[in-house]
């Protein structure tokens, strides 16, 4: 099975397209998806990142660059966040008291607090509005899910050349075999990464 791919133009278009108008709930969204495709997490890490897996400097209090993940098998791994992930984290982060107030006590504990019986926001209504999104960028929503942004983490990573072990711990894959799914998606770059580098080629080019 090969997953239908975001190309890198559709990703900005969806992060372009959140309305322009400050809303706890348009700050939050953009951070959502920021952080989805920056560091390539499954959505139920997403979902279930506690406050705590936030890391901060301990001399300057302020937020590193990398937060603390727990995965499958309760494996855990340190993410980096690039800076358009991490300003909108920042700016979420003065506006989650909103939803702490509705969440409550529950709420408290996790990084993206909600009404819903988890006391964190679901991967089904991170789902909904996502495909809600989808449908302000001129995206097909069926393509536009959770999941689709961490195949296009990964896949526009190896585009650019990123090696497929770094892919492989940045996932949190515990089997090479899971991650070389993307060299099937992405199969001319690889073609033309071959031609370019193999030293038949460079003979052949001599």
Known sequence: YLPSVLSQAEVEGLLNSIAAEPTPQNIRLAALLELLYS???RVSELMELPLR???YNPATKQLEDHILVRGKGRRERMVH???PAKDALLVY????????NRAGKKGALWLFPSRAKEGHLTRQRFGQLLKE???EAGLDPEMVHPHALRHAFATHLLQNGADLLVIQKLLGHA?????????????QQLWDLLT???PLSLRENK
């Open 196 to 198: 370019q580098h193999h």
């Open 93 to 100: 982060l003065s506006v989650r008291e909103f939803f702490v």
């Open 133 to 135: 999104q989808a449908v």
């Open 39 to 41: 560091t390539g997490l």
């Open 53 to 55: 897996s936030l890391v």
């Open 81 to 83: 966040l690039n800076q």
């Open 175 to 187: 089997d090479i075999g899971t991650t070389q799914l993307y060299t099937h998606v992405v199969p």
